[in-house]
């Protein structure tokens, strides 16, 4: 596997942009400048992110997102960082 992240990566095992292997290994995404941990879907090219809008689900029970546009960043989080964000 290398080094960079996938352009494009989502949460969602329906979609074609689902890896289970890069979501495993952990990614990081910063937004606009600051680091988001909520982000669902993300493409790096296109310059958005998918972002869940409070606690409300769609008739299919998975999160209603909200498509933003803006910097994106993303990278893959070292063993320490990972750790660090699940205590």
Not at 21 to 46: D, H, M, P, Q
Not at 57 to 78: C, I, N
Request: net charge negative; glycine share 10%.
């Amino acid at each position: 596997m290398s080094d960079t992240p996938p352009d494009h990566l989502s949460n969602d095992p329906r979609s074609k942009f689902y890896d289970e292997a890069a979501l495993e290994r952990g990614i990081g995404i910063k937004f606009n400048g600051v680091e988001r941990t909520n982000v669902e879907e993300y493409c790096i090219s296109e310059g958005w992110v998918r972002l869940p809008v409070g606690k409300s689900l769609d008739r299919r029970g998975q999160p209603m997102t909200m498509k933003m546009q803006g910097k994106v960043e993303a990278w893959y989080r070292s063993g320490d960082d990972a750790d660090a964000e699940q205590v």
